[in-house]
């Protein structure tokens, strides 16, 4: 079987358009980081399970991760119309210029990175403050919002590979 320079391209732009969806996505939902309740009698306690996203917080790391994850989104729209001028224009240079761009545009990574290491900052800090027996009955867990982004990331190279093989 036979893969044409069309169906490469075509592939490859519907990956960078599910990127870019998936990762939109994660921004604008609120499930990076789940805390879930789980205490020994309900009645003594409310229920404080919760769920948070990017923009309920606010400290220097997170503040970074809040600037990274857009900007990347930017520039994987702007990846996209590079993508496709340089598939209409059938040129080897621009769609390795491109791929490149795509393999090297490593700010989904960096923000999910950030992201997972404040997450466990914070969940240190906080069993620093209240001790491991204040902590006995609570379970966090990375989101689907979190999956969305590695999702995203994980087509990003996808989408870098096909454009190479393109070219």
């Known amino acids: 079987m036979k893969v044409t320079f069309g169906s490469l391209v075509i592939i490859a732009g519907i990956c960078g358009i599910l990127?870019?969806?998936f990762l939109a996505t994660s921004l604008g939902t609120d499930y990076w980081y789940i805390i879930k309740m789980n205490p020994v009698n309900t009645s003594d306690f409310e229920d404080m399970s919760s769920h948070s996203g990017l923009w309920t917080i606010n400290e220097d790391m997170h503040s970074a991760i809040v600037v990274v994850l857009p900007l990347s989104l930017v520039l994987?729209?702007?990846g996209g119309i590079c993508g496709l001028v340089s598939s209409l224009a059938r040129s080897p240079v621009l769609l390795t210029s491109t791929a490149s761009y795509f393999f090297i545009c490593l700010l989904t990574l960096c923000g999910v990175s950030l992201y997972i290491i404040y997450s466990y900052q914070?969940?240190?800090e906080t069993e620093r403050l209240v001790?491991?027996?204040g902590l006995a009955h609570v379970h966090t867990s990375f989101g689907w919002s979190l999956?969305?982004?590695w999702l995203s990331y994980g087509l990003e190279l996808l989408t870098s590979v096909l454009l190479l093989v393109a070219a």
């Open 131 to 133: 001790g491991p027996e």
């Open 76 to 78: 994987l729209l702007f």
């Open 147 to 149: 999956g969305m982004a």
């Open 122 to 124: 914070a969940l240190v």
């Open 19 to 21: 990127s870019f969806a």
